[in-house]
T-cell receptor, first 111, second 112 residues
């Protein structure tokens, strides 16, 4: 069974804090993705990675950075959290010809 | 810019009804279209469509793609309350690394 896990289900942070969201997959997938999901906007791609230490900007990378030091782990970093980054964050992974498999999501609230 | 539009955005029906969800897209160099179901947490994969006119089926759910008219439909027959969810449509262009563009989703509610 494919498993994508995220470090927290719920997170509450204050404006200006540095926030780390961790994602781990156990399927040896090359590709990993970070999305945010907001009502009425669907899923929007923040960053993705197709290999260790490789990263590409998605559609809304501003205010975020990522790290992929190991194949199974992909981290999303909010350097200085702001209230407009309150959202559901979803991590996904996929092989070269597979569909993407999603983690359970982290609901982040920035106060 | 690649774009996916789903309709309706919200739908409420009674158990036993049949529903049709729509997804239209504009994408450079289309590779595939995917449907996901999202209940309380992680979206779960339903179908991947790459060829026009070939229906994919899983139980009461089915989906078909029209690459000429650039749309797909997801049908659910004999709906049950467990079908209540957000249904997401996404398309992948030939840009490498499985980059998907998602629609806004359709929130389906099945009342008993």
């Amino acid at each position: 069974d494919v498993k994508v896990t995220q470090s927290s289900r719920y997170l509450v942070k204050r404006t200006g804090e540095k926030v780390f969201l961790e994602c781990v997959q156990d399927m040896d997938h090359e590709n990993m993705f970070w999305y945010r999901q907001d009502p009425g906007l669907g899923l929007r791609l923040i960053y993705f990675s197709y290999d260790v230490k490789m990263k590409e900007k998605g559609d809304i990378p501003e205010g975020y950075s990522v790290s992929r030091e190991k194949k199974e782990r992909f981290s999303l970093i909010l350097e200085s959290a702001s209230t407009n980054q309150t959202s559901m964050y979803l991590c996904a992974s996929g092989g070269l010809r597979d569909e993407q498999f999603f983690g359970p999501g982290t609901r982040l609230t920035v106060l | 810019e690649d774009k996916v539009v789903q309709s309706p955005l919200s739908l409420v029906v009674h158990e036993g009804d049949t529903v049709t969800l729509n997804c239209s897209y504009e994408v450079t160099n289309f590779r595939s279209l995917l449907w996901y179901k999202q209940e309380k947490k992680a979206p779960t994969f339903l179908f991947m469509l790459t060829s026009s006119g070939i229906e994919k089926k899983s139980g009461r759910l089915s989906s078909i793609l029209d690459k000429k008219e650039l749309f797909s439909i997801l049908n659910i027959t004999a709906t049950q309350t467990g079908d209540s969810a957000i249904y997401l449509c996404a398309v992948e262009g030939i840009q490498g690394a499985q980059k998907l563009v998602f629609g806004q989703g359709t929130r389906l509610t099945i009342n008993p």
